[in-house]
């Protein structure tokens, strides 16, 4: 009854962390107020293969388009809001939860997985910021990882070789909702079968490969889409044809190999260190310090330790560090690495993390009341972050009004921080970029940033609002 009480506790605080205050947050710049714009335009174009922004086809993000898909319908079903916004990112990260909890008792006790999923709810990687809290790709991308994790465990580890099609499929889906990110686990699960001398008897199973060309199914499916129906993204860094072109020589190639000012550099050992302490909270110095303690005992007696991982009983240890380094070692390699692209690994770590924690308080009571301390302030930490709401765009809300008796918003200049464009969006006006005419319209607005403020004035214009930044004119 206990245990059930835990599982149960466990899940009721993940669900409280997922949605709390969950549509009263403002919504981030660039990417969570893109991805809105891209589905606010879907429900306008109807056009379900070619992202756009601002009236034209998308050049910077060329990710396909499940997420985009997913946000497009939330909007229908529940208005445009930021609730709708994030539900598709809330949700599967809930789930991704209970995903995992599978998974971890499938090798150890339901109150070892309800533990390391309440530590877990705990770092602001997962359940926050550009991950379960936010309109981005990664919760989504974390749930259908971690599901093909679980189906490819059961065809590995447990005979269940039919499992591989669930494997294959999500998989698949996976590479729908970040191209190539998809990908990221694969090397882990390469190494993990070496390992354990499991590779040649793996891959000689049919259904093994049955499972892996229903995943490529995906990206070759949406190669042709984009070959035949989509359209040319004008304005990109580099020239493409498409957006299958553009995820792999913009989205891939420029993001992990080219530097840019602002952004990691290549061959930065420190981001282990960065990107744990950011999105990892206090656990990440249990990580390291279990590291350390680990990579000490190898060195001190190599083949104790490797029959310790290779023991049935402890393989979860050893794919949770097999999941997880090869991605650590290719962010910290890359240029242009961010954080949140450790999101799909961070359940590994926290199953590795919480295994040196119960090993110690085995043997010594006080590291388990210390545990549960700084879980209980991780946790209420978490609670404190997401109840306390930041306002949202001034010049947006406090002419709420003026915006609501418009039939059209016209917006010149590039100079609008995205999350004000996407606020605009969401009074559902027609929108025209690039344009100011002169008469302005009846029931319509100009808003531009003061750098993009025009030379001359239309006469018929009036400047009716503005702060440090934009200006409003109407006609007089």
């Known amino acids: 009854m206990q245990r059930k009480t835990l599982v149960l506790s466990a899940f009721a605080i993940i669900a409280t962390l997922c949605f709390l205050k969950l549509g009263q947050h403002p919504i981030s710049p660039w990417d969570e107020a893109r991805r809105a714009i891209n589905a606010l335009e879907l429900l306008q174009t109807c056009d379900f293969v070619n992202a756009s922004f601002r009236g034209k086809p998308e050049n910077w993000d060329f990710k396909p388009p499940l997420v985009m898909w997913s946000q497009a319908l939330s909007f229908k079903a529940f208005g445009v809001n930021e609730f709708a916004l994030r539900l598709p990112s809330a949700l599967p990260m809930l789930l991704s939860f209970f995903v995992l909890y599978r998974t971890i008792i499938l090798y150890r006790s339901p109150t070892f997985a309800a533990l390391t999923c309440l530590m877990l709810a705990s770092v602001k990687g997962l359940i926050g910021w550009h991950a379960g809290r936010t309109g981005d790709t990664d919760a989504m991308l974390t749930l259908f990882l971690l599901v093909f994790v679980y189906f490819a465990l059961l065809a590995i580890d447990f005979g269940k070789i039919k499992a591989a099609w669930g494997a294959g499929l999500f998989l698949g889906m996976a590479f729908l909702v970040k191209g190539p990110a998809a990908w990221v686990l694969l090397p882990g699960f390469l190494l993990y079968l070496l390992l354990t001398k499991r590779l040649k008897t793996t891959l000689s199973k049919a259904l093994i490969w049955a499972g892996m060309i229903l995943a490529g199914l995906f990206p070759i499916g949406w190669f042709f889409i984009q070959k035949h129906f989509g359209a040319r993204p004008d304005g990109a860094s580099v020239p493409v044809r498409n957006a299958f072109e553009g995820l792999f020589t ?65 393989r979860l240890l050893l794919v949770s560090l097999c999941l997880y380094f090869p991605l650590a070692i290719f962010l910290a390699v890359a240029a242009k690495s961010y954080r949140w692209y450790l999101t799909p ?49 001034a010049i947006v809300f406090e002419n709420a009004p003026l915006f609501e008796r418009t039939d059209t918003i016209y917006q010149i200049g590039t100079h609008i921080e995205q999350d004000v464009l996407c606020y605009l969006y969401f009074f559902g006006k027609k929108m025209q970029f690039d344009t100011a005419p002169c008469p302005l319209p009846p029931r319509s607005v100009l808003f531009v940033s003061k750098v993009d403020k025009p030379g001359e004035l239309c006469q018929n214009m009036r400047l009716v609002a503005g702060n440090g930044n934009y200006l409003i004119f109407q006609p007089k």
Not at 358 to 371: G, I
């Open 250 to 314: 913009i989205d891939l190639w420029e993001r992990f190999a080219i530097s840019a000012d602002g952004a990691k550099r290549a061959f930065d050992p420190g981001f282990f260190f960065y990107s744990l302490d950011k999105i990892f909270n206090l656990w990440h110095f249990a990580f390291f310090v279990f590291l350390a303690f680990g990579l000490f005992c190898f060195a001190k007696n190599r083949a104790k330790v490797m029959a310790y991982m290779l023991a049935e009983h402890n």
């Open 345 to 393: 690994v961070l359940p590994f770590i926290g199953i590795a993390t919480f295994w040196g924690i119960r090993h110690f308080w085995l043997r010594q009571t006080w590291v388990k009341w210390a545990f549960l301390a700084v879980l209980a302030f991780t946790l209420s930490r978490q609670f404190a972050l997401f109840w306390k709401v930041k306002p949202k765009p």
